[in-house]
Nanobody
Framework: EVRLQESGGGSVQAGGSLTLSCTASGFNLADSAVGWVRRAPGKGCELIASTGDTDHIAYIEAVKGRFTFDQESATNTIYLRMSSLKPEDTAVYHC??????????????????????WGRGTQVVVSS
């Protein structure tokens, strides 16, 4: 069974740091396109960091220089290291992976997505 489980969310003041982790089972993250997706209250999903067919990691402009995507093959885990957090970073953060051909309906985003495997999400709240 394909599963993703996030952890590491929480509440932090602006300027603080958090590290999210996502552990996979049932498939190998290193062989899949993976990403971190967030959904802020009342907004749509944002794919904030992702890998594709290469080892290149793409970030949206809003998190460049503040967030770092890491992958640890030995534990089948990916990380999102977040620093200089801002109130606008408040969201539910999901890890997601493409293990099948897509697109696939994402209940988390209420839209079609290239990712078919999703974690349940972890809440990040940044207060000013």
């Amino acid at each position: 069974e394909v599963r993703l489980q996030e952890s590491g969310g929480g509440s932090v003041q602006a300027g603080g740091s958090l590290t999210l982790s996502c552990t996979a089972s049932g498939f190998n993250l290193a062989d899949s396109a993976v990403g971190w997706v967030r959904r802020a209250p009342g907004k749509g999903c944002e794919l904030i960091a992702s890998t594709g067919d290469t080892d290149h990691i793409a970030y949206i402009e809003a998190v460049k220089g503040r967030f770092t995507f890491d992958q640890e093959s030995a534990t089948n885990t990916i990380y999102l290291r977040m620093s200089s957090l801002k109130p606008e970073d408040t969201a539910v953060y999901h890890c997601a992976a493409k293990t099948l051909g897509g697109p696939t309906w994402s209940a988390a985003c209420e839209s079609y997505s290239p990712y078919d495997a999703w974690g349940r999400g972890t809440q990040v709240v940044v207060s000013s």
